[in-house]
């Protein structure tokens, strides 16, 4: 079964107000609406929520992707981790030397 949102199927409200003459239950209505929750979406980028929610949007763009798409988000993906194990490798190995030093 396809994930409605926080809405059930048809009870956007933006079906009343943006998307007057639209079929609150035909799925590519319903997509172009949280489409548009996400784009108006707006609050505060410098929370550690915000940017769990921008990571979780990310994965959730890419999980729709397919082919070369997809395969250069996972490449992004796995760059970002490798660029944090390192980072992570590097402080540690600094602070083992300072601590003997």
């Given amino acids: 079964m396809a994930d409605s949102g926080p809405f059930g199927p048809g009870q956007n409200p933006r079906f009343d107000e943006d998307l007057v003459g639209l079929d609150p ?9 949280e489409h548009l929750d996400r784009i108006e979406r707006c609050g505060p980028n410098f929370t550690v929520e915000a940017c769990l ?7 959730d763009s ?5 082919g070369l798409r997809w395969w250069i988000s996972a490449l992004v993906v796995i760059l970002i981790v490798l660029g ?3 980072t ?3 402080i540690i190995g600094r602070a ?6």
């Avoid at 239950?25 to 319903?30: F, K, L, S, T, V």
């Fill in 84 to 86: 944090v194990m390192v």
């Fill in 25 to 33: 239950y035909d799925p590519e209505a319903r997509a172009f609406a």
């Fill in 53 to 59: 929610d921008g990571v979780s949007d990310f994965a």
């Fill in 96 to 101: 083992i030397a300072w601590l003997a030093g």
């Fill in 62 to 66: 890419s999980n729709r992707l397919g």
């Fill in 88 to 90: 992570a490798w590097d």
